[in-house]
Nanobody
Framework: QEQLVESGGGLVQPGGSLRLSCTAS????????MAWYRQAPGKQREYVAE???????MYAGSVKGRFTISRDNAKNTVYLQMDSLYPEDTAVYYC???????????WGQGTQVTVSS
């Protein structure tokens, strides 16, 4: 059973920055991709960003240009750098390890991000 541990959430003012981390218990290159999702109160979980095995990245339109996903393969860690944060970015942020084939994906426990003055 894979374990994903997120950290880095917290309270930040509008316009501020936070960096989230997600550390896996094994090589993140063993997965097809690593992704970040978020879920705001009363809303469905939504896709935020993804980094595929080859290193390519993808973003939701709402965060493109403000958020950056990256990874450190040696540390089995994926990061989400979040800049120019808005109150509507407030949510629980989840890390997801996307398996290749039909094996089930893995989710982290989530980390709370609150953007408020």
């Amino acid at each position: 059973q894979e374990q994903l541990v997120e950290s880095g959430g917290g309270l930040v003012q509008p316009g501020g920055s936070l960096r989230l981390s997600c550390t896996a218990s094994r090589s993140i290159l063993s997965f097809g991709s690593m992704a970040w999702y978020r879920q705001a109160p009363g809303k469905q979980r939504e896709y935020v960003a993804e980094i595929i095995r080859s290193g390519g990245t993808m973003y939701a339109g709402s965060v493109k240009g403000r958020f950056t996903i990256s990874r450190d393969n040696a540390k089995n860690t994926v990061y989400l750098q979040m800049d120019s944060l808005y109150p509507e970015d407030t949510a629980v942020y989840y890390c997801k390890a996307v398996q290749v084939g039909t094996a089930p994906d893995y989710w982290g426990q989530g980390t709370q991000v609150t953007v408020s003055s």
